[in-house]
């Protein structure tokens, strides 16, 4: 079974007493280890697309099921429970806790699931995006390259079986972007993670599997 398997979803909403349509019959399947790019202009669905992968959303028609549970089915509890066990979250600001070190911040999702040997696997997970040495660090002591590295090891501390990321890129120079793009290659390849990031750049799917191009709410042919 896919990872991530969304089927037919329609996504509508209200605004100012009008019916807006933000995704229409999207499907799409995500499979493990394997990297897609979610590509088009802002406005295009894109984020929408994001919210009802992690079941931080619901579709108004369709389903999206996460390794084979349907979100919509979930109550609030089995929902907080898939996120935090199967799902991992990279933002384009990072959003790592200022009065956190390195350490800490990578930890935090292990510590909330009260997972034994916490600091033990964020260390390694630390370690392995290159940042061993930096634990005791606070994040405005690090790049925004750096930033983005403790904030990837953070999604794949607990090794999720989805990864999302949300223009993990658009933050940084080309260089350091680059190296950010490879470190998500490598890791649905170390972890087999399936990895689905949004991006406005087609030149940032080079190194994904397959791109997926939307407009105006639908996937493109």
Same mark, same amino acid.
């Given at each position: 079974?896919?990872i %991530?398997?969304?089927?037919n979803v329609?996504?509508h909403?209200q605004a100012q /007493?009008q =019916?807006?349509?933000a995704l229409n019959?999207v499907?799409?399947?995500?499979?493990a /280890?394997?990297?897609?790019? $979610?590509?088009g *202009?802002s @406005?295009? /669905?894109k984020s929408?697309?994001l919210n009802?992968?992690g079941?931080?959303?619901?579709p108004?028609? @369709?389903?999206?099921?996460?390794d084979? #549970?349907?979100?919509s089915? !979930?109550?609030?509890?089995q %929902?907080t #429970? $898939? *996120? *935090?066990?199967k799902? @991992?979250?990279?933002?384009q600001?990072?959003q790592?806790l200022?009065?956190l070190?390195?350490a800490e911040?990578?930890?935090l999702?292990?510590?909330?699931a009260?997972?034994?040997?916490? *600091?033990?696997?964020?260390l390694e &997970?630390?370690?392995?995006v290159? $940042?061993?040495?930096?634990?005791n660090?606070m994040?405005? #002591? $690090?790049s /925004?390259? =750096?930033m =983005?590295?403790v904030a990837?090891?953070?999604?794949?501390v607990h090794?999720p079986k989805?990864?999302?990321?949300?223009e993990?890129?658009?933050? !940084?120079?080309t &260089?350091?972007g680059?190296?950010?793009l490879d470190? %998500?290659?490598?890791a649905?390849?170390?972890?087999?993670?399936a990895i689905?990031m949004a991006?406005?750049s087609k030149?940032s799917?080079r190194?994904?599997?397959?791109?997926?191009?939307?407009r105006d709410g639908?996937?493109?042919p």
């Open positions: 079974m896919p %991530l398997y969304v089927n329609t996504r909403y /007493g =019916q807006v349509t019959g499907s799409m399947q995500l499979n /280890g394997e990297f897609i790019a $979610l590509v *202009r @406005g295009c /669905g929408t697309l009802l992968a079941a931080m959303d619901f108004t028609t @369709g389903e999206v099921s996460i084979n #549970q349907i979100t089915s !979930l109550n609030d509890a %929902l #429970q $898939l *996120r *935090r066990n799902v @991992g979250f990279i933002f600001n990072f790592l200022p009065t070190s390195v911040n990578i930890e999702p292990l510590l909330l009260s997972t034994p040997n916490a *600091r033990k696997q964020a &997970t630390l370690n392995w290159e $940042l061993d040495g930096y634990q660090r994040p405005h #002591q $690090l /925004g390259g =750096q =983005q590295r990837i090891a953070r999604a794949l090794k989805l990864l999302l990321a949300d993990p890129i658009g933050n !940084l120079d &260089t350091t680059n190296l950010i470190l %998500l290659r490598r649905a390849k170390d972890f087999e993670t689905l991006t406005h030149d799917a190194v994904t599997d397959n791109t997926i191009e939307m639908r996937i493109a």
